[in-house]
């Protein structure tokens, strides 16, 4: 565990603003001491984890109902003692006791250094304090799901286990500076050139963990769904032209389309991607399929396997069992999707003379309202909830829309998880180690400044090398109270 100030600090950590129940959080040496200010006079406050209703006492205000939570250091986010006061969310209120405590000598937390406790007191690593605010500025499920993913994920622990490795190379090799009249055999260097090979063997192993490799190969994009449910409609809808064949009769599509499909992120960003639309599937079981249909829904399957992300067209006239099953596919897959259900079309011509277009939008919005705009799969593995999203063919508005989704989903994924700061750092490592595994025990001495250079580089992403400019630009990012 890392030293850290005895100041004891304190801020709301929900946002400002209306809401049920605002959080104060306080942590330091004097949490618990503080909060006894507070309690009733009868009340003493537990040193140990704890969660407990009561009332809390502020000059000029009446009592204040309070849920109450202690932490016991080591064992608290922060690896301090801490408090967590859960109040009414009147904003004034909370200011009210803000400043209270802030008289009693607490110091009012700066941006992310409960998280940053949380680093020098060893809980978490730099590059879980990077994925936790991930998470919080995450602004997608796909963003939310891939930092929770790296939190619990073993990349830290991985890296701590290479770190060890060089530790013991570098005693190693203190160990020939320091006696060099001992003859190292020939079967001793190769032992020791074989261990840094090794460390570098695993730290390479790492490296594609934080640079995505650029794609040669477009993204690609599939449209599938129930017979007749507008995917070639779609298609040519996204494509701006007409490729795709539609009309009423169902199973119009029986041969998988493809084309070049063009649009832009909010940053101007130009994608380019394959759009697939597949044949759609039937509510009939397999075996009653006839041999054409089996032969397309089989390539559609393996198809299926092949894309980068799927848009499923929901039809709410239809039995939502045979649709469901067919997203279970696609979450066995692990296929990211999203759920969009096509509204009615019908020409200008007729919905200028009776309304019927209307009408139709009408209808369709009402039966998805019905079945409550989500719906949720379940696989052996796993559950999931999506929701359902209502689009228009004929608002170029709403297709844009769609377009900007998917070209920053894209962006997410190409962009990866880590900071180009903690890229730098890690090549810092993985280079030194690379100069040294070249060096023979001839340059003894470079080699050690080699394998100190790649020990400190990792020591920075595990936590274990402390420097304040680089807690100082990342913890800035983070908002007052995590």
């Given amino acids: 565990m890392i030293p850290f100030t005895a100041t004891t600090i304190i801020a709301p950590s929900t946002p400002p603003g209306e809401g049920m129940r605002s959080i104060l959080r306080i942590s330091g040496k004097k949490a618990f001491e503080a909060l006894e200010t507070v309690l009733p ?15 809390i006492h502020i000059p000029h205000l009446p009592p204040i109902p309070a849920l109450v939570l202690t932490m016991k250091a080591p064992h608290s986010y922060t690896t301090e003692d801490m408090v967590e006061l859960h109040l009414p969310g009147a904003q004034a209120l909370v200011e009210e006791v803000l400043t209270f405590f802030l008289s009693q000598g607490l110091s009012l937390a700066k941006p992310g250094e409960f998280t940053q406790r949380a680093y020098l007191g060893g809980r978490i690593n730099l590059m879980e304090a990077e994925a936790i605010l991930a998470l919080i500025e995450s602004s997608s499920e796909e963003e939310l799901a891939f930092a929770q993913k790296f939190i619990s994920s073993s990349r830290g622990q991985e890296m701590k286990k290479v770190r060890d490795l060089l530790a013991e190379l570098l005693a190693e090799v203190h160990g020939f500076i320091d006696f060099p009249d001992y003859d190292v055999e020939p079967e001793e260097e190769d032992a020791f050139h074989q261990k840094i090979q090794e460390a570098w063997q695993k730290l390479k192993s790492l490296e594609s963990a934080f640079f995505q490799q650029e794609r040669v190969d477009q993204p690609r994009i599939a449209i599938w769904g129930m017979v007749n449910s507008g995917k070639s409609s779609l298609f040519n809808a996204l494509l701006g032209e007409s490729k795709a064949l539609t009309s009423p009769t169902p199973f119009t599509t029986r041969d998988i389309l493809e084309a070049s499909f063009n649009f832009h992120s909010p940053s101007q960003r130009k994608w380019t991607c394959r759009l697939v639309d597949l044949p759609g599937f039937h509510d009939k079981e397999s075996a009653d399929l006839n041999e054409l249909e089996q032969l397309a ?45 096509i509204q009615e079309r019908v020409s200008s011509q007729d919905e200028k003379q009776n309304g019927a277009g209307k009408q139709q939008k009408k209808d369709c919005k009402a039966r998805l309202e019905n079945s409550e705009n989500r719906i949720e799969i379940q696989t052996q593995n796993q559950k999931k909830e999506f929701e359902i999203t209502l689009l228009s063919l004929t ?9 900007e989704e998917l070209a920053t989903y894209f962006s997410f994924q190409e ?4 900071s180009q ?56 990012r983070f908002c007052i109270g995590k």
């Fill in 41 to 55: 006079s009868n009340f003493s406050c537990p040193r140990k984890f704890s969660a407990f209703f009561t009332s």
């Fill in 297 to 341: 829904y089989q390539r559609t399957l393996e198809t299926l396997g092949e894309m980068d992300f799927v848009l499923f067209l929901w039809n709410p006239k239809e039995p939502e069992k045979v649709q469901k099953k067919h997203l279970e596919v696609l979450l066995e897959k692990n296929i990211p999707l999203r759920i969009l259900s």
């Fill in 395 to 403: 608002s170029q508005e709403e297709l844009e829309a769609l377009k």
């Fill in 415 to 418: 962009r990866g998880f880590f």
């Fill in 421 to 476: 700061q903690q890229r730098e750092i890690f090549l810092r490592s993985l280079n030194a180690l690379e100069r040294a595994a070249q060096m023979d025990l001839s340059s003894v001495e470079l080699m050690a400044i080699e394998i100190e250079e790649a020990l400190d580089a990792l020591g920075i992403l595990t936590g274990e090398v402390v420097y304040d400019e680089i807690l100082d630009i990342l913890f800035s």
